[in-house]
């Protein structure tokens, strides 16, 4: 198979769909990759890299969407991107299209095999190539909530750790998953008085064992975020329905009762943000403010950290990518249920339910079973 690897065009996105190493795996397994110039540059990865892992050079993201038989990136095509796209041709990437009706509607009418990494499970009901991304945002948004609550940056002048005769700074963390485990070790790292709300009693128990005393577990309900919210100097939003919009569950009279210069991060604004007043950003532009609150919605945070991000990932989902090129996509779906539970759109058919129940109305489209498609 021939395998392309364009440079990621989003703002401030410096993260790569494969490395050196993983190009090297491909070519050992008789797979011909090409690697758009200066791909990975920009984090330690340059061209004689590629070229010595055994990849072909590309001057321009036009020819190798043009010759790819799949094309591997970090976050959804662009417009200009999924106009490339072609039938017979996989993506395999993030996608979160349960937000993104654009994106949504330029997919299907591509023709292309859309495989999304935030939708691929394993045998425990996770996300395996999720889980990475997770990691790094949960434990990034810590930093960047600390680094607003700066008072030079828009904050309350809060430091989260306090100091001897000062009393810490109180964390709020909504979603007991991947993020908000990772993100309340960081802030229990930094001393912070942290309080995590989760809906699943099972979980909580877990972060109970997991952090002892470190920390407080509450269960989830419209009194509890609207009490600790609004006692918190920053508040991370960490929940997730696999492939779904997120709920919205600060809604905007919670920002308004909330502390001024307090701080929110929206981790959940790939799938359209968990605050009802969050708005994507990006690095070069990352907050605004909201009744006094300091918002933080990157919609990219991991590609703050590109060069952890991309090895992390590439961890992740090279097994599966191999599978793709070994064994043709199709085959390597039927054979993996976790594996087509990856596959979103497919010769024009949406392929993933929560798509359609966010977006099927509006762009008049009809769920198609993944196994259904594949056969089309």
């Given at each position: 198979?021939?395998?392309?690897?364009?440079?990621?065009?989003?703002?401030?996105?410096?993260?790569?769909?494969?490395?050196?190493?993983?190009?090297?795996?491909?070519?050992?397994?008789?797979?011909?990759?090409i690697?758009?110039?200066n791909a990975?540059?920009s984090?330690?990865?340059?061209?004689?890299?590629?070229?010595?892992?055994?990849?072909s050079?590309?001057?321009?993201?036009?020819?190798?969407?043009?010759?790819?038989?799949?094309?591997?990136?970090?976050?959804?095509?662009?417009?200009?991107?999924?106009?490339m796209?072609?039938?017979?041709?996989?993506?395999?990437?993030?996608?979160?299209?349960?937000?993104?009706?654009t994106?949504?509607?330029?997919?299907?009418?591509?023709?292309?095999?859309?495989?999304?990494?935030?939708?691929?499970?394993?045998?425990?009901?996770?996300?395996?190539?999720?889980?990475?991304?997770?990691?790094?945002?949960?434990?990034?948004a810590?930093?960047?909530?600390?680094h607003?609550l700066?008072?030079?940056?828009?904050?309350?002048?809060?430091?989260?750790?306090?100091?001897?005769?000062?009393?810490?700074?109180?964390?709020?963390?909504?979603?007991?998953?991947?993020?908000?485990?990772?993100?309340?070790?960081?802030?229990?790292?930094?001393?912070?008085?942290?309080?995590?709300?989760?809906?699943?009693?099972?979980?909580l128990?877990?972060?109970?064992?997991?952090?002892?005393?470190?920390?407080?577990?509450?269960?989830?309900t419209?009194?509890?975020?609207?009490?600790y919210?609004?006692?918190?100097?920053?508040?991370?939003?960490?929940?997730?329905?696999?492939?779904?919009?997120?709920?919205?569950?600060?809604?905007?009279?919670?920002?308004?009762?909330m502390?001024?210069?307090?701080?929110?991060?929206?981790?959940?604004?790939?799938?359209?943000?968990?605050?009802?007043?969050?708005?994507?950003?990006t690095?070069q532009?990352?907050?605004?403010?909201?009744?006094?609150?300091?918002?933080?919605?990157?919609?990219?945070?991991?590609?703050?950290?590109?060069?952890?991000?991309?090895?992390?990932?590439?961890?992740?989902?090279?097994p599966?990518?191999?599978?793709l090129?070994?064994?043709?996509?199709?085959?390597?779906?039927?054979?993996?249920?976790?594996?087509?539970?990856?596959?979103?759109?497919?010769?024009?058919?949406?392929?993933?339910?929560?798509?359609?129940?966010?977006?099927?109305?509006e762009?008049?489209?009809?769920?198609?079973?993944p196994k259904?498609?594949?056969?089309?």
């Open positions: 198979m021939l395998v392309g690897v364009p440079k990621e065009i989003k703002n401030h996105e410096y993260r790569v769909g494969l490395t050196p190493a993983a190009v090297k795996e491909f070519v050992t397994h008789g797979h011909d990759v690697v758009e110039t990975g540059t984090i330690g990865f340059d061209d004689e890299q590629y070229i010595a892992a055994g990849a050079i590309i001057d321009s993201a036009e020819e190798i969407f043009a010759r790819a038989e799949m094309i591997v990136k970090v976050k959804e095509p662009q417009p200009n991107e999924c106009k796209l072609r039938e017979g041709q996989t993506l395999y990437t993030y996608l979160h299209l349960a937000p993104d009706p994106q949504t509607k330029l997919l299907v009418e591509s023709g292309a095999t859309c495989i999304a990494y935030e939708t691929v499970t394993d045998n425990r009901n996770g996300l395996p190539l999720l889980a990475p991304m997770s990691e790094v945002a949960g434990r990034m810590v930093q960047a909530g600390a607003y700066e008072k030079s940056h828009g904050g309350s002048g809060t430091l989260l750790g306090g100091v001897p005769g000062v009393a810490p700074g109180k964390v709020l963390v909504i979603g007991g998953g991947v993020v908000g485990t990772n993100a309340a070790k960081m802030a229990i790292g930094l001393g912070a008085d942290v309080t995590i709300l989760d809906r699943s009693l099972t979980r128990r877990e972060l109970d064992d997991i952090f002892a005393n470190q920390l407080k577990t509450v269960y989830s419209i009194d509890a975020i609207e009490y919210s609004s006692k918190a100097d920053l508040v991370i939003g960490a929940v997730l329905v696999p492939g779904a919009a997120a709920p919205k569950l600060l809604t905007r009279d919670h920002i308004k009762a502390k001024e210069g307090s701080v929110v991060v929206d981790v959940a604004i790939d799938q359209g943000g968990c605050f009802a007043t969050s708005k994507a950003t690095h532009d990352p907050v605004y403010i909201v009744d006094g609150v300091v918002h933080y919605c990157v919609a990219n945070m991991p590609g703050g950290v590109a060069r952890t991000s991309t090895m992390a990932l590439n961890n992740a989902t090279l599966f990518g191999l599978a090129a070994n064994k043709g996509p199709k085959r390597a779906m039927l054979e993996d249920a976790h594996l087509l539970n990856g596959l979103n759109v497919h010769k024009g058919k949406v392929t993933y339910k929560a798509v359609i129940d966010a977006l099927g109305t762009l008049n489209l009809e769920y198609v079973e259904q498609a594949l056969e089309l």
